[in-house]
């Protein structure tokens, strides 16, 4: 079966220090990677996502780079952390369109709560 | 382009109460559509899913249908639990396009 792990669970840095979350995925090839970031008491934000190695894509113009070196790792960045980058941020994957499945459900990770002072 | 609204919370319910959370969307082409919870401090798990016209998802007593014709995808369940109380987010998929709704929080008081 597939895994999604996710890791911090929690992370609190001082404005201006990097960042570095990770995400990996177990037990399927190919698939798409996805970063979201959920502010307190609001929904989802899609801030990248990547059909396949080495393929980003972003959404919205922001402090933050995504990058992706291996087929089941993803990694999200920062090279310097402003106050409004806290909040939920959520990988998730799904299966890839190379394998003929369209609108497939998105299965995320547990998240990680990160809190920039 | 393609868009979820679903009914904004909070809601409050008393344990065994009927739960209706509306969702209706706006997709070009034939969208998938999707139910997620997200339970206090962690992520999304995605609850049922319906993929064309006249579906109907369900899952641990949740259900809801794919209506076409008033493109809506409400979430219903008979007899809701204290153990329900989370945050439900509608979603779609449209060409592979993944958009959510804002999420609705419910809480179920014993």
């Known amino acids: 079966s597939q895994t999604i792990h996710q890791w911090p669970a929690t992370l609190v840095q001082p404005v201006g220090s990097p960042l570095s979350l990770e995400c990996t995925v177990e037990g399927t090839s190919n698939p798409n990677l996805y970063w979201y970031r959920q502010a307190a008491g609001r929904g989802l934000q899609l801030l990248f996502y990547s059909v396949g190695i080495g393929q980003i894509s972003s959404e919205v113009p922001q402090n933050l780079s995504a990058s992706r070196p291996q087929d089941r790792q993803f990694i999200l960045s920062s090279k310097k952390l402003l106050l409004s980058d806290s909040g939920f941020y959520l990988c998730?994957?799904?299966?890839?369109?190379?394998?003929?499945?369209?609108?497939?459900?998105?299965?995320f990770g547990n998240g990680t709560r990160l809190t920039v002072t | 382009g393609n868009s979820v609204t679903q009914m904004e919370g909070p809601v409050t319910l008393s344990e065994e109460a009927f739960l209706t959370i509306n969702c209706t969307y706006t997709a070009t082409g034939y969208p998938s559509l999707f139910w997620y919870v997200q339970y206090p401090g962690e992520g999304l798990q995605l609850l049922l899913k319906a993929t064309k016209a006249d579906d109907k998802g369900s899952n641990k007593g949740f259900e809801a249908t794919y209506r076409k014709e008033t493109t809506s995808f409400h979430l219903e369940k008979g007899s809701v639990q204290v153990s329900d109380s989370a945050v439900y987010f509608c979603?779609?998929?449209?060409?592979?396009?993944?958009?959510f709704g804002a999420g609705t929080r419910l809480t179920v008081k014993p």
């Open positions: 998730a994957w799904s299966v890839g369109r190379s394998l003929g499945q369209n609108n497939s459900p998105l299965h």
């Open positions: 979603a779609l998929s449209s060409n592979n396009d993944m958009r």
